[in-house]
C-alpha cells in the first residue's frame, strides 16, 4: 500500500520561508511523478508544483521565483522549498504521487503565513 507522509508545515510571517519534506513508502513504489497541491477552505485543491520523471517541472503561476520543488527519486522524497511567503500562500499542503497509473495523496500539512 503507498503512503506518503509530508513534514515540515508550520506558522510563519509574511516574507519568511518553509521547507516540505515528503517521503513516499510501500511496495512498488516508483513514482512517475511527485508534487505538493495546496487547498483552503472552501476551494478546490490546486496545483502547487510536480516534478515528472524525466525533469520536467510545473508551477503555479502564483508561487513561480518563491517555490522551488526537488526530488529524490532514490529516497522517494520530493520536498517544496518556500521563499517570501505570502498571506495567501496559508493552506493545507499535500505530497502528491502517480504510481502505477492511480494518484495518492498525504494526509496534508498545514501551513499559516501571519504577522
Known amino acids: 500500500q503507498v503512503q506518503l507522509v509530508e513534514s515540515g508545515g508550520g506558522l510563519v510571517q509574511p516574507g519568511g520561508s518553509l521547507r516540505l519534506s515528503c517521503v513516499g513508502s510501500?511496495?512498488?513504489?516508483?513514482?512517475?511523478?511527485m508534487g505538493w497541491y495546496r487547498q483552503t477552505s472552501g476551494k478546490e485543491r490546486e496545483l502547487v508544483a510536480r516534478?515528472?520523471?524525466?525533469?520536467?517541472?510545473n508551477y503555479a503561476d502564483s508561487v513561480k521565483g518563491r517555490f522551488t520543488v526537488s526530488r529524490n527519486k532514490a529516497m522517494n522524497m520530493v520536498f517544496l522549498q518556500m521563499n517570501d511567503l505570502e498571506v495567501e500562500d496559508s493552506a493545507v499542503y499535500y505530497c502528491?504521487?502517480?504510481?502505477?497509473?492511480?494518484?495518492?495523496w498525504g494526509q496534508g500539512t498545514q501551513v499559516t503565513v501571519s504577522s
Open positions: 502528491y504521487g502517480r504510481v502505477l497509473g492511480h494518484d495518492f
Open positions: 510501500g511496495s512498488h513504489f516508483n513514482a512517475v511523478a
Open positions: 516534478i515528472v520523471n524525466g525533469g520536467d517541472v
